[in-house]
């Protein structure tokens, strides 16, 4: 069965407060598109029934970087928000390299990132290529086909209908 992990950042919506919980249940806001298209995935069949893929979940935060989705955390009062905080936040925490890393046991990795912080992993070059699904920026498009990387213009706060339906498709052409 492949293995696929979609990453996302940090929202300043926590759904849970004053307690802990996993990193998917904790955020709502611009992270529920996200949810929604690893539900989606996570609950997709085969033509014969049987679960399509393994899908992982993992959170960018600000507070503890890199989360897996089923990792307890709790609710922070700063949410790096712009180009200057994602790099402070990766000087404290590291989430480009921790994230790069934790990519490599997985056949498909969907980002689902900010454009400044998604030019962080094309600087670092530390994910391999032809291994990653981007959700980002047109300005990134030429950089995602020289590393062999599916480029998807980034449509609505994170995902976008008609990327999610594109993303499932190449999903199921990979689980084939």
């Not at 990193?23 to 609950?43: H, I, Q, S, W, Y």
């Not at 960018?60 to 609710?75: A, D, L, R, S």
């Not at 700063?78 to 490599?104: C, G, H, I, P, W």
């Not at 980002?136 to 339906?165: H, I, M, Q, Y």
Request: a negative charge; one cysteine or more.
């Amino acid at each position: 069965m492949k293995r696929i992990l979609i990453v996302t950042n940090d929202s300043t919506v926590f759904l849970v407060k004053n307690r802990i919980a996993t990193a998917f249940e904790l955020f709502g806001g611009r992270v529920t598109e996200v949810k929604n298209l690893v539900k989606r995935l996570d609950t997709a069949v085969d033509d014969r029934g049987q679960k399509l893929c393994d899908v992982s979940f993992g959170v960018i935060t600000t507070k503890y970087g890199f989360v897996p989705g089923n990792y307890q955390i709790m609710e922070y009062p700063n949410v790096m928000s712009n180009r200057e905080e994602y790099l402070q936040a990766d000087l404290d925490k590291n989430f480009v390299s921790q994230t790069s890393f934790m990519t490599r046991p997985f056949d498909k990795v969907i980002m689902c990132v900010p454009k400044d912080m998604f030019s962080m992993f094309l600087d670092a070059d530390e994910i391999e290529h032809g291994k990653v699904i981007a959700v980002t920026s047109p300005e990134f498009r030429e950089e995602c086909e020289k590393r062999g990387w599916t480029f998807l213009e980034r449509k609505g706060a994170r995902v976008g209908d008609a990327n999610a339906d594109e993303i499932e498709r190449l999903v199921r052409e990979l689980c084939a």
